[in-house]
Nanobody
């Protein structure tokens, strides 16, 4: 399974950004895809996940401004971030798991390379 994250960049606070995770390979062997983020000097933080079939699930602190969705035609999993805040500045990673889904990064054995989001105030 291969994942490639894209869509990051410099954005203004209050704006929106959509990240994309292109998936390929034996994705049918995975339970779903998640997004994590890691700010400088901080641990990797769970944002949201979407099962191959089923409803999205969000970290409690991410509910409201983040939307995860799946585009099966394009084999992508997208993460839309609305009302961007400077504290959203981080490297965003997508990950997939054949072991189960959850908020813990160690569940996921497949990772994309990350895409940097920088939010200016």
């Amino acid at each position: 399974v291969q994942l490639q994250a894209s869509g990051g960049g410099l954005a203004q606070a209050g704006g929106s950004l959509t990240l994309s995770c292109a998936t390929s390979g034996r994705t049918s062997s995975t339970y779903g895809t998640a997004w994590f983020r890691q700010a400088p000097g901080k641990e990797r933080e769970f944002v949201a996940l979407i099962p191959r079939s089923g409803s999205p699930y969000y970290a409690e602190s991410m509910k409201g401004r983040f939307t995860i969705s799946r585009d099966n035609a394009k084999n992508t999993v997208n993460l839309q971030i609305n009302n961007l805040k400077p504290e959203d500045t981080a490297v965003y990673y997508c990950a997939a798991s054949g072991r189960g889904l959850g908020e813990v990064p160690t569940l996921y054995e497949y990772w994309g390379q990350g895409t940097l989001v920088t939010v200016s105030s």
